[in-house]
């Protein structure tokens, strides 16, 4: 009998475990909404107005910075999404006034003024994820607050109807139920891609509210006359990739002989790697310097006019033979001193940051950025690319109440750059640097 209760207690015990967490993954008692534009019928090209189109460049001359900033601070492998990095800045610019607004904003570039923002943002929202039927984009966003606040109700509105973000709110007064919420939120949003996001440590004591963005992103390469762009059969195992500086690591390379897009930027090499049905693509831009300084090389000369120019005069029809590593890339970031480097400042500095249209108490409107964070992820394989991101930007208060006649090699055995681009408008959804796995 005494065998019998010990069985049965057990037994209730992994009950109660598995009631309580799936994979891993906290269950919560109220999770949070997620809210994506689900298209019906997928758009040939995304449609931007003149103007537009000139944030577009903007945010990728944003997005080349921000690179050049993040790998200067990590100095190895990374992976980010300017993308969810801008969209999460953008929401909270809509919370700030005066400075504050217009620092985030001119920043951004996009536009001058927090309707133009919106109206921008709201259209990739809206056409992104409709764009091709054969690449999966979810796009999301949320805002939490902590419960002994109100979001205003401008910026809720804004929230629920430009951006598609529901407003919740936690109590803080618990991080582990604030971070539980979150993460579980990510992992949904990301399709379980990303998981955990936030640690308690994240959650400081003067948490206010967190706003959040994710995004998602899974597309096999092209094929060509049917035959897929790379074949497991046909990988390279335990080959050398020659690191900045000098010196080796084995990794195991994809290779493909076929005709791929293909350019030069200065003295670089650009190919273009399609998704699809070729509305998406990865762009990757191989230094010349094999074993040096290749990569910082390459960065300090990168500019969104060279990347522009390059993208334009690709050949079209190049035959490239092209080896190309397996790689995945895992990492968080705060992303404050890049923010800060890049023109955002104010933002940062309790009792000067201008946040009075996002939160409201009696008495209380010293908000301001405590910090921003993200989580990106990218596993690139023969099969295609499956990527993700998470941003939040915390937000704090100072007190809380309670083509050749040959084949061109292109052999990615060296650090490279690479950008996941959509390709009619060119905004760019991730970038990164691969120097070693």
Not at 6 to 27: D, H, M, Q, T, Y
Not at 86 to 93: E, F, G, K, M, N
Not at 157 to 176: F, G, L, Q, R, S
Not at 284 to 302: A, M, Q, R, W, Y
């Amino acid at each position: 009998m005494k065998r019998i209760k010990i069985l049965l207690v057990f037994f209730i015990a992994a009950l109660s475990l598995a009631a309580c967490e799936k994979n891993g993954v906290p269950r919560v008692k109220d999770p949070i909404d997620i809210i994506s534009p689900s298209p019906k019928d997928p758009i040939s090209k995304v449609t931007l107005s003149e103007e537009q189109k000139t944030y577009v460049g903007a945010g990728n001359a944003f997005a080349i910075n921000s690179l050049k900033l993040l790998y200067k601070q990590e100095n190895e492998s990374i992976i980010f999404s300017p993308l969810s990095l801008q969209y999460a800045l953008a929401i909270s610019a809509n919370g700030a006034s005066g400075e504050t607004a217009s620092e985030i904003i001119s920043t951004l570039g996009y536009g001058e003024d927090q309707d133009t923002l919106n109206e921008y943002c709201n259209l990739f929202l809206n056409q992104l994820p409709a764009h091709d039927d054969s690449v999966e984009v979810k796009f999301t966003v949320a805002v939490i607050g902590n419960k002994e606040f109100r979001v205003q109700d401008a910026f809720r509105n804004i929230a629920e109807k430009v951006y598609y973000a529901p407003v919740e709110y936690v109590d803080a007064t618990n991080p582990k139920v604030v971070v539980d919420r979150i993460n579980e939120w990510a992992h949904r949003s990301t399709n379980g891609f990303i998981y955990p996001f936030l640690e308690e440590s994240d959650i400081s004591d003067n948490f206010a509210a967190a706003i959040l963005n994710a995004l998602y992103f899974k597309a096999k390469w092209s094929e060509e006359s049917g035959k897929p762009m790379f074949n497991s059969d046909d990988i390279e195992k335990s080959k050398p990739f020659y690191l900045d500086g000098g010196g080796t690591r084995k990794v195991d390379y994809m290779v493909a002989s076929r005709n791929f897009r293909y350019g030069k930027i200065g003295k670089n090499s650009i190919v273009e790697l399609p998704y699809a049905h070729g509305k998406f693509a990865m762009y990757v831009i191989l230094p010349d310097i094999k074993g040096g300084n290749g990569i910082e090389s390459l960065l300090s000369s990168l500019t969104q006019k060279s990347w522009s120019e390059a993208l334009a005069s690709m050949s079209n029809d190049a035959l490239v033979q092209l080896r190309f590593p397996r790689f995945e890339i895992e990492d968080k970031y705060n992303l404050n001193e890049m923010l800060q480097a890049l023109g955002i400042r104010r933002a940062f500095i309790p009792n000067k940051a201008q946040f009075d249209k996002l939160l409201s108490h009696s008495g209380i409107n010293n908000f301001f950025i405590e910090s921003v964070l993200q989580k990106a992820r990218i596993n690139v394989t023969e099969w295609g690319t499956e990527a993700a991101a998470v941003t939040a930007v915390m937000i704090g208060v100072t007190s809380i109440p309670g083509q050749p006649d040959k084949a061109i090699e292109f052999f990615a055995d060296h650090p490279f750059v690479y950008a996941i681009v959509e390709k009619s408008s060119g905004v760019m959804l991730f970038a990164g640097v691969f120097n070693s796995l």
